[in-house]
C-alpha cells in the first residue's frame, strides 16, 4: 500500500516537473574544445542509442547520463526517441544479454554531469537550457 | 441377378457419379485447402514477423551480428520458415541454407526510435513444402470423409431406390408378366404406392387390361355370331338343291357343296381341282357356254345358259348354268357357278314337242310337223322331192275287219315303210291313211327306185289274229319335185295329189307299183291338149 502511494505521489510529481520543465528546451553539450559544433538528430540518436562511440568525425564519445530516474533524463529520451524511460531501459537490459557495453558514464546530478563533460574532452551531455554555461558547448537543442 | 437391370445400372451410375464428384471435390477442396495454407502460413510470417520485428529492428539498427543471428534462429526454428536472413548496411546475417530464389519475403526493418529511417532487411523464405504436406494432409482426411459420406449416400440411394421404385416396379412387371390379359386378373398397387406416380402406372396398367378384358369379350362375342352366320351360310350352301361351285379365272374351284359333289359323282367323273375354264369339261357344248359367258359379261350379266352334261349314262342330264362374275375385297376375280337340273323339264318339254309333231298312233312326223319340215327345207332352199300316198281299198278293211284292224294295218304299214327310207328322208302321216314321204336332194330314178321299194314294203301282208287271216294293202303315189315342178308349197303338194289321184283312178289290179309324177300329167295333158 505504501509502495503504491510513493508510486502515485512519484507519478504526480513528476508530471508536475514536466509541467515545470515544459517550456524549458533540454540543450545537448560537449566540451568547448570539442570541434563538433553541430550534431544532428539521427547522430544524437546513434550516440545515445549505442549505435555508434564516435563522434561523425571519428573522435570518442563518450555521452553522460544522469543516474536513476532523473526527471531531466526522462523528459531528453521522451524528446529524442519518443519512449518512456522504461522502455529505454529494457531496451539496454536486452542488449546486455548480447555481451554489448554501453559506453555511457553516469552522473548522480546535473553539477557532476557539467563538471564531467568540463572535465572530459570527449563528453556529450544533456541539460536544460538554463544550467548551460560557458564552458559548454550546445550542438544540438531539442524541442518539444 | 441381370446385368442391365434397373438395380445394377442405378449403382452402377450412382457409384461412378460419387466418384466423379469424390474427385472433383476432393481436388477443389485440396486446391482451395492449398491455397488456404498459403495464406495462413503468410499471415503467420507476418505474425512471425510483428513478433521479431523489435528484436530484428535493433540488431539492424546497431548492426549487431548476435542479435541478429538470435533473430534468424529464432525464425528458422519455426516449421513455416525454411531459412531467414538480415542484412544492413555493415551486416549480413542468414541461415546455413539460406540462398536468394523465389518465395522470398521480404519485410523492411526500420530504426526503433525513427519510424522513417530504415536500417535493414529481413528476407525470410516460407516453407512450401510444409504448407504442401499440411494441406495434404487436410486434403487426405478431407477426401477420406468425403469418400466416406459418398460411400453412405451411395448405399442409402440404393437402398432406398431398391425399396421405393425398383423392387415395387419389379413387382409390377413380374405381376403384369404372369397376366394373360383379357382375363379379370388386375395388378395389386403396393402398400406403399397407393397414391404414388408408381400407383398411377398401375392403376393406368390396370384400366388398360380392364379394356383389353372388354374388347376381347366383345370380339368373342363378335367370334360367335360370325360362328352362327357362318354355320348358316354353310347350311344353306351345303344343302343347296343346285350345285354351287366357286371358281378361279384358271378353273381352280375353290369351293363347292354337296350336291355339286354328288352331281359328278352321278356323271361317273372323279372330282378334280379343275374342269377347265367356267367347269367347260363337264358339258358337252363347251363352245355355247364360252359364247353366251361372253356376251353376257360383256353386258355386265350373268350367263345363263342350259347345256347337257357329259354323261355315260342313257339319262340324258340337263342343266341351266348361272355364271356369275364375283369381286372379292382384294379385288381378285372368281366366279360363282351354280347347276340348276333341269332335265325333268327338258324330258316333259321333249314329250310335249312329240305330242305336238308326231301320230300318236304310228309314231310317224303329223301333217303339221311334215309341214314345218317342208317350210324348213324351202327357206334353205334344198331340192328335194315330195311323194303323196294314198293306200288303195282302205275302207273296205276298215269296214270288214273293224277300226282296231284298220288301226293295226295302218301301224304294220308304217313301221314296213320306214325300213326303207334314208335317215335324211321323211315319212309322215298326212291324214287318215294318207302319208307324205320326203327325199331330199333326190332323182326322178331315185324317186322311183324308193316308191318301188316302199311299195313292196307296204304290201307284205298282215296276219290278223282276232280273225285268222292275212291281208294286204297296196298304195298309190304321186311324186312332185322342188323346185323343178313348184316353187309354191301349196301349189307343190296339189301337184303330187293330182298325179296321185292320176295313179288311183288308172290303176289296173295287175300292175305292180302305182306311181305317176305330176310333170308326166301335165306332158300327158299338153299331149291331149296337142
Redesign the interface.
Known amino acids: 500500500m505504501t509502495k503504491f502511494i510513493r508510486t502515485l505521489t512519484f507519478l504526480i510529481c513528476t508530471l508536475l516537473s514536466i509541467s515545470v520543465h515544459a517550456q524549458e528546451s533540454l540543450a545537448v553539450v560537449v566540451n568547448k574544445e570539442n570541434p563538433v559544433d553541430e550534431l544532428s538528430r539521427?547522430e544524437l540518436?546513434d550516440l545515445f542509442?549505442?549505435?555508434y562511440v564516435a563522434f561523425p568525425n571519428d573522435e570518442k564519445a563518450i555521452p553522460v547520463e544522469l543516474k536513476g530516474e532523473h526527471e531531466i533524463k526522462i523528459e531528453f529520451y521522451q524528446n529524442?526517441?519518443?519512449?518512456p524511460l522504461s522502455r529505454v531501459n529494457a531496451?539496454w537490459s536486452?542488449?546486455r544479454f548480447?555481451?554489448?557495453k554501453r559506453s555511457a558514464v553516469f552522473q548522480s546530478n546535473e553539477s557532476d554531469l557539467i563538471a564531467f563533460i568540463i572535465a572530459n574532452e570527449q563528453a556529450i551531455g544533456y541539460l536544460p537550457e538554463s544550467q548551460i554555461t560557458a564552458d559548454l558547448k550546445v550542438v544540438y537543442i531539442l524541442n518539444e | 441377378m441381370n446385368k442391365s437391370g434397373l438395380v445394377i445400372r442405378l449403382a452402377v451410375v450412382i457409384i461412378f457419379t460419387a466418384v466423379i464428384v469424390g474427385l472433383i471435390t476432393t481436388q477443389l477442396f485440396y486446391r482451395f485447402t492449398f491455397l488456404n495454407e498459403q495464406a495462413l502460413g503468410e499471415q503467420s510470417i507476418n505474425q512471425l514477423f510483428n513478433t521479431v520485428s523489435p528484436?530484428a529492428s535493433?540488431a539492424s539498427?546497431?548492426?549487431?551480428e548476435?542479435?541478429a543471428k538470435?533473430v534468424v534462429n529464432g525464425l528458422i526454428s519455426n516449421d513455416v520458415i525454411t531459412a531467414a536472413a538480415i542484412k544492413t548496411d555493415v551486416l549480413m546475417v542468414q541461415s546455413d541454407n539460406y540462398q536468394k530464389s523465389a518465395n522470398i519475403l521480404e519485410f523492411t526493418l526500420f530504426?526503433?526510435?525513427?519510424k522513417k529511417?530504415k536500417v535493414g532487411v529481413l528476407f525470410v523464405k516460407i516453407n512450401k513444402k510444409f504448407l504442401a504436406n499440411k494441406a495434404d494432409n487436410i486434403s487426405a482426411t478431407n477426401a477420406f470423409v468425403v469418400a466416406i459420406e459418398a460411400l453412405i449416400i451411395t448405399i442409402i440411394s440404393i437402398l432406398v431406390t431398391y425399396y421405393v421404385i425398383t423392387r415395387p416396379i419389379l413387382s409390377i412387371g413380374r405381376a403384369l408378366h404372369l397376366i394373360s390379359p383379357g382375363t379379370h386378373q388386375r395388378i395389386d398397387k403396393p402398400v406403399s404406392h397407393q397414391k404414388s406416380e408408381i400407383g398411377l402406372l398401375v392403376d393406368d396398367v390396370n384400366s388398360l387390361l380392364a379394356k383389353a378384358e372388354q374388347q376381347m369379350l366383345r370380339e368373342k362375342s363378335l367370334r360367335s355370331e360370325v360362328q352362327v352366320l357362318e354355320s348358316r351360310f354353310r347350311m344353306l350352301f351345303e344343302n343347296a338343291t343346285s350345285a354351287i361351285v366357286l371358281v378361279e379365272p384358271q378353273g381352280d374351284i375353290l369351293l363347292y357343296n354337296e350336291t355339286f359333289e354328288r352331281l359328278v359323282e352321278k356323271l361317273e367323273l372323279s372330282l378334280k381341282k379343275n374342269y377347265g375354264n367356267y367347269l367347260q369339261d363337264l358339258f358337252i357344248m363347251k363352245k355355247d357356254l364360252h359364247e353366251q359367258v361372253q356376251i353376257a359379261f360383256s353386258n355386265n350379266e350373268s350367263a345363263v345358259v342350259e347345256l347337257e352334261l357329259i354323261s355315260y349314262q342313257d339319262e340324258k342330264i340337263w342343266v341351266q348354268v348361272v355364271v356369275t362374275q364375283l369381286i372379292t375385297d382384294d379385288f381378285q376375280e372368281n366366279y360363282q357357278i351354280t347347276l340348276h337340273d333341269i332335265s325333268k323339264r327338258k324330258q316333259q318339254i321333249s314329250l310335249l314337242d312329240k305330242r305336238a309333231n308326231y301320230d300318236s298312233l304310228t309314231n310317224l312326223l303329223n301333217r303339221q310337223a311334215a309341214e314345218q319340215h317342208l317350210k324348213k327345207l324351202t327357206l334353205t332352199s334344198v331340192s328335194f322331192a315330195l311323194i303323196m300316198m294314198d293306200l288303195n281299198d282302205f275302207k273296205p278293211i276298215n269296214d270288214i275287219f273293224g277300226h282296231d284292224a284298220g288301226d293295226e294295218l295302218l301301224i304294220h304299214v308304217s313301221s314296213q315303210m320306214m325300213k326303207s327310207l334314208r335317215k335324211a328322208d321323211v315319212l309322215s302321216r298326212w291324214g287318215g291313211d294318207e302319208f307324205v314321204v320326203i327325199l331330199p336332194n333326190a332323182t326322178k330314178q331315185e324317186v322311183k327306185n324308193v316308191c318301188e321299194k316302199l311299195a313292196a314294203q307296204l304290201s307284205k301282208p298282215l296276219h290278223l289274229s282276232q280273225h285268222n287271216k292275212s291281208i294286204f294293202v297296196t298304195a298309190s303315189m304321186g311324186a312332185s319335185f322342188y323346185p323343178d315342178d313348184q316353187v309354191e308349197l301349196l301349189e307343190l303338194i296339189r301337184s303330187a295329189d293330182k298325179a296321185m289321184y292320176q295313179v288311183k283312178k288308172n290303176k289296173s289290179a295287175n300292175e305292180a307299183l302305182y306311181l305317176e309324177f305330176c310333170s308326166d300329167i301335165t306332158h300327158e295333158k299338153k299331149d291331149s291338149k296337142l
Request: proline fraction near 3%; avoid cysteine; aromatic fraction near 10%.
Open positions: 539521427s540518436i542509442m549505442g549505435k529524442l526517441v519518443g519512449l531496451y536486452r542488449l548480447t555481451g554489448r | 528484436t535493433i539498427y546497431l548492426g549487431d548476435e542479435l538470435e530504426s526503433p526510435f525513427q529511417r
